[in-house]
């Protein structure tokens, strides 16, 4: 139910505002941490969780020409640009009224002719886009979808979206609490609350583009919910199973091995531990051209945040993957993705042809997030690199990737090809229950794998077995200790255990000899 607070707080939050600012008798430059705070306790409750859900979604259901100006809206959305300088804006206005979010533009005409410099204040301008790569389920949950009339949106610059061509909704965001806007980074996912308005991009140009404006106030950055999983190890046996079955034509070895690389993540920046790069070889070419496997189905149907990408020579010398300044103004790139993203790359539409320039830099690109996690942004007398947590499988027909190294391959081994084709609705195979336990466990292990550690004992044990595995096999060296450990480590997070056990290692072992048998 909602308060009445509440609806005051919807429905006239300017008048909200200025309340605030005649309480604390027009503040200082810490008003609009006031503001902040006031809208953060109403609706980023940590008890109620859906209290932001109260306010309309800004999405592409409700595009901003859906609402009025000065409606109060969330949006859930990725921050793409942060580049844009500082702006100023009248913070008090005559008769002791508030200035800013949107209330000082109409009125500063008003004022005295000589405003007074103590009177203005800096904010900061960002851009923010709807989350690239964000799984339809996931967004369902957020903003359940109602039928509308509304025309398609048109956003007003497509080119800061990191995925050509596909609708989304591009904002200008004002924070005036400058504090709170310095934790936010690019492609950080955040949830905006602000008070919708529109305006030319620059004043300075006359043919300025009309944009959405959020005068933001307050925002809270994504933080996964971690759910409660019982018998964690009936819900993996029964995912790897379904992967196994309806994903990778029931191939259980590659089906281990794809949820290891899906329950990975970053949680820590030593080489040795960032998620592993996955390459499923010996993959069937699909029947028909631009045919996805039933396998991107079922990552997006099991992922809050996934993306394909079905690469051709074409794609790669044309399409931009890393974010590019042009003009002083950030073009997108196909990785400008979020933290957790997982990307399938599809190498079917490879033929044999000429890799331009552009193409060597998106394939140098890809490889430096599978090898390092980070990722380069061209700006015009030098490169920023960024750091990133995306995870890469890459499915390749031949015996390896033809474009990448990855620090998994995993030859695939089914019956026939066509059944990893399926048109089907993948719903059909799998109750909708299930998917969200999927889901939910999914989560939990991504959570798990960064606090996983070996105990003295277990460690001794390594040990003591590894020098008995070089004993025997002089081609054995200290990386494949080193890999052997870190895939250990997300075979525990996996069982939702936090200690690297004996049997663990054990099971570790057998994976990867198995995995080693089919590379011969």
């Given at each position: 139910m909602v308060s009445p607070q509440t609806i005051d707080e919807i429905s006239n939050p300017t008048r909200v505002i200025q309340r605030l600012y005649d309480r604390d008798s027009g503040s200082d430059d810490s008003f609009p941490s006031v503001v902040t705070?006031?809208?953060?306790?109403?609706?980023?409750?940590?008890?109620?969780?859906?209290?932001?859900?109260?306010?309309?979604?800004?999405?592409l259901h409700y595009p901003p020409e859906s609402y009025a100006s000065g409606t109060l809206v969330r949006f859930?959305?990725?921050?793409?640009?942060?580049?844009?300088?500082?702006?100023?804006?009248?913070?008090?206005?005559?008769?002791?009224?508030?200035?800013?979010?949107?209330?000082?533009?109409?009125?500063?005409?008003?004022?005295?002719?000589s405003v007074e410099y103590s009177d203005l204040?800096?904010?900061?301008?960002?851009?923010?886009?709807?989350?690239?790569?964000?799984?339809?389920?996931?967004?369902?949950?957020?903003?359940?979808?109602?039928?509308?009339?509304?025309?398609?949106h048109v956003p007003p610059r497509p080119h800061k979206f990191p995925i050509p061509e596909i609708p989304h909704i591009g904002v200008q965001v004002k924070i005036y609490d400058n504090a709170s806007a310095q934790i936010l980074r690019t492609t950080d996912v955040v949830t905006f609350i602000g008070i919708l308005s529109s305006e030319p991009l620059?004043?300075?140009?006359?043919?300025?583009?009309?944009?959405?404006?959020?005068?933001?106030?307050?925002?809270?950055?994504?933080?996964?919910?971690?759910?409660?999983?019982?018998?964690?190890?009936?819900?993996?046996?029964?995912?790897?199973?379904?992967l196994s079955k309806y994903a990778l034509g029931d191939d259980d070895l590659a089906a281990e091995w794809l949820l290891l690389q899906l329950t990975s993540r970053v949680h820590s920046r030593a080489a040795s531990l960032l998620p592993p790069s996955l390459t499923i070889s010996n993959f069937p070419h699909p029947p028909q051209p631009d045919m996805l496997p039933i396998i991107s189905h079922a990552l997006s149907?099991?992922?809050?945040?996934?993306?394909?990408?079905?690469?051709?020579?074409?794609?790669?010398?044309?399409?931009?993957?890393?974010?590019?300044?042009?003009?002083?103004?950030l073009h997108s790139g196909y990785l400008q993705l979020p933290s957790g993203t997982t990307t399938l790359l599809t190498e079917s539409g490879v033929q044999k042809g000429r890799v331009v320039e552009k193409g060597l830099i998106n394939i140098r690109a890809m490889q430096e997030i599978m090898n390092s996690?980070?990722?380069?942004?061209?700006?015009?007398?030098?490169?920023?690199?960024?750091?990133?947590?995306?995870?890469?499988?890459?499915?390749?027909?031949?015996?390896?990737?033809?474009?990448?190294?990855?620090?998994?391959?995993?030859?695939?081994?089914?019956?026939?090809?066509?059944?990893?084709?399926?048109?089907?609705?993948?719903?059909?195979?799998?109750?909708?229950?299930?998917?969200?336990?999927?889901?939910?466990?999914?989560?939990?292990?991504?959570?798990?794998?960064?606090?996983?550690?070996?105990?003295?004992?277990?460690?001794?044990?390594?040990?003591?077995?590894?020098?008995?595995?070089?004993?025997?096999?002089?081609?054995?060296?200290?990386?494949d200790?080193?890999?052997?450990?870190?895939?250990?480590?997300?075979?525990?997070?996996?069982?939702?255990?936090?200690?690297?056990?004996?049997?663990?290692?054990?099971?570790?072992?057998?994976?990867?000899?198995?995995r080693k048998t089919r590379l011969v």
């Open positions: 705070d006031h809208f953060s306790a109403i609706f980023f409750k940590p008890d109620d969780p859906d209290a932001v859900n109260q306010l309309p979604s800004l999405d859930s959305s990725m921050i793409q640009d942060t580049s844009s300088s500082p702006e100023l804006y009248l913070a008090k206005l005559g008769d002791r009224k508030c200035g800013g979010w949107g209330m000082s533009s109409s009125q500063v005409d008003q004022t005295s002719d204040l800096e904010l900061t301008t960002m851009w923010a886009v709807s989350v690239p790569g964000e799984s339809p389920w996931h967004a369902e949950e957020a903003s359940p979808y109602v039928p509308t009339s509304f025309p398609p620059s004043s300075e140009l006359e043919s300025s583009v009309e944009v959405p404006i959020l005068h933001v106030i307050c925002h809270k950055a994504a933080a996964p919910d971690i759910p409660h999983i019982p018998e964690p190890h009936n819900v993996r046996r029964e995912l790897v199973d379904w149907d099991l992922l809050p945040q996934y993306m394909v990408i079905p690469l051709s020579l074409e794609l790669l010398n044309t399409k931009a993957f890393i974010p590019e300044s042009r003009n002083e103004d996690q980070t990722l380069e942004y061209a700006f015009p007398f030098s490169n920023f690199t960024f750091q990133t947590d995306i995870s890469v499988i890459v499915l390749a027909e031949g015996r390896k990737s033809a474009l990448f190294q990855t620090s998994l391959n995993v030859p695939l081994q089914c019956s026939t090809g066509n059944i990893l084709y399926r048109s089907n609705d993948i719903h059909d195979f799998l109750p909708s229950e299930k998917l969200k336990s999927f889901r939910a466990y999914i989560a939990s292990c991504r959570t798990v794998n960064g606090r996983v550690h070996v105990s003295e004992a277990t460690s001794k044990y390594i040990q003591e077995d590894f020098v008995d595995q070089r004993r025997k096999d002089k081609t054995v060296t200290a990386d200790l080193i890999h052997l450990m870190k895939m250990a480590r997300l075979l525990a997070a996996s069982s939702l255990l936090d200690e690297v056990t004996i049997e663990i290692w054990e099971e570790t072992k057998a994976l990867e000899a198995g």
